[in-house]
């Protein structure tokens, strides 16, 4: 009889634990899904905010990049001037539809990645709801830059030959890969992949750490659990500046691969990409060519980004946690 009460007392307390189990699981799934769901929305619009504020100095970065000419701050606003003289104001954004069209879900999967990247790796290593150290902060947003890149390569080809083409050649996003498929083959929307992954790695995983590194630093120094938006975006436009230096030469040898078809060139290679740059224009002429202004769009644009990702996010948890009040 006492055996029969304590089986029935276990019995009781597995049906318990099971009861609050089920009800608790679909909960935690329920605040992972809107976890996600704000990464994405956050992303997309910090990558459309930024990207708009310097779409005309980044079509004038793509030019010289994919051409011979050199490089220089008043070649630079000539360039400027003369597309606005002669295309109108808008032209100066041409191409950023398309650019709209890959920045929105490229922005969107790589700091949702991010964020997911960094909750298995602090779980891997022992840091979870804690900072990661500087290595595996490294490596988030290595492959966070990876995945983002990997699964909208195409439309950054596209936003690159809208962007060195006159209007008359491509009507519309539709258009490009019409005739780049028809006429240059569907390899084409992935010519210049290998240099744009090798060129993310550091460029995602630099900027990455660098915020992430700034932003640890500052609390840990001021005592402040969240930095004020003017210290965010000085801290996105030092990740910016130096996630962009470091892959650079990548970014350069990128374009010209991807505007091969269009500009009268045959770039069979990355190394035979370099080696033709450097012969006919030099190294730091060639390779670097356009570096000083991303020193000026870089950080101006990264730290946008930054900034309206992370209020962005805070603004949602507000929103989240003012309704769940309510009810």
């Known amino acids: 009889m006492g055996n029969g009460v304590r089986e029935g007392q276990v019995d009781f307390k597995q049906q318990d634990a099971e009861t609050v189990t089920s009800t608790h699981l679909p909960s935690e799934d329920n605040q992972e899904k809107k976890k996600v769901l704000n990464s ?3 992303g997309a619009l910090a990558g459309a905010v930024a990207k708009t504020a310097v779409a005309p100095l980044d079509r004038t970065k793509i030019m010289f990049q994919v051409s011979s000419k050199r490089f220089s701050a008043k070649e630079a606003y000539r360039l400027i001037y003369r597309t606005y003289l002669n295309e109108g104001f808008w032209s100066l954004w041409r191409g950023n539809s398309a650019t709209m069209v890959r920045v929105i879900p490229y922005a969107a999967i790589q700091f949702c990645a991010h964020e997911e990247y960094k909750q298995l790796l ?5 840091f979870q709801g804690k900072a990661l150290t500087p290595f595996p902060r490294f490596i988030a947003g290595s492959l966070a830059g990876t995945t983002a890149a990997m699964l909208t390569y195409p439309l950054d080809m596209v936003r690159a030959r809208m962007a060195v083409t006159p209007k008359e050649m491509y009507s519309n996003i539709v258009h490009v890969f019409i005739r780049i498929s028809r006429e240059e083959g569907l390899k084409t929307l992935y010519r210049g992949f290998t240099p744009t992954i090798l060129g993310v790695i550091p460029y995602a995983g630099l900027s990455f750490f660098t915020y992430e590194t700034l932003k640890k630093l500052h609390a840990d120094h001021s005592g402040k659990l969240q930095p004020s938006p003017p210290e965010r975006l000085l801290f996105g436009a030092c990740a910016g500046l130096i996630g962009q230096s470091a892959s650079y030469p990548l970014d350069v040898v990128r374009r010209r691969m991807q505007t ?3 500009m009268g060139h045959t770039y069979s290679s990355i190394l035979l ?6 012969r006919e224009e030099g ?5 670097y060519k356009g570096l000083s ?5 870089g950080p101006i644009a990264v730290g946008i980004s930054f900034t309206t990702f992370d209020l962005t996010q805070i603004l949602l948890r507000k929103l ?3 309704t769940n009040v309510e009810r």
């Open 273 to 278: 990409t370099m080696q033709e740059i450097i």
């Open 320 to 322: 989240q946690h003012s």
């Open 293 to 297: 202004m991303n020193w000026v769009k």
């Open 283 to 287: 190294l730091i002429r060639g390779l």
């Open 122 to 126: 602090g779980s891997y290593y022992g």
């Open 260 to 262: 091969a078809g269009v």
């Open 40 to 42: 994405l929305m956050s």
